[in-house]
């Protein structure tokens, strides 16, 4: 029950500093914030996530075709990374919606 709230708890924190690194480049970079940063960012933070727990959880056989071949883990796994990406939807949008009010306010919206 540790590791799950440990991974849902580093997903969402990642997932806001992922969008917030997109956003921001978005911004630097004169570009209009989409709305697909709202999807990209939650994948991202996750499968990130996901790849550096497992391996600190479980070690390194996490890491080899042995563990995942024949192991039921797959469809479960899957089933979770998916849960968690759309439950990280709603703090990427939070920060999309910050960043689009800031650009508006600025007058840096590109149409």
């Known amino acids: ?3 799950l709230l440990l991974y849902f708890g580093g997903t969402v924190s990642a997932t806001i500093v992922v ?3 997109v956003c921001r ?3 630097t970079h004169k570009k209009k914030i989409s709305y697909g940063t709202l999807i990209l960012s939650p994948l991202v933070a996750n499968v990130l996530v996901f790849v550096l ?3 600190l959880i479980l070690g390194w056989e996490f890491y080899s075709p042995s563990f995942w071949i024949g192991n ?3 469809g479960a796994t ?3 990374v ?3 990406t759309i439950l990280c939807i709603l703090p990427a949008l939070t920060v999309v919606v910050v960043y689009q009010k800031l650009q508006k306010k600025d007058g840096k919206r590109l149409d």
């Open 1 to 3: 029950m540790l590791q």
């Open 19 to 21: 969008t917030t690194l």
């Open 25 to 27: 480049y978005q911004t």
């Open 53 to 55: 727990l497992g391996g």
């Open 72 to 74: 039921w883990a797959i």
């Open 78 to 80: 899957l089933g979770v």
């Open 82 to 84: 998916i849960l968690i």
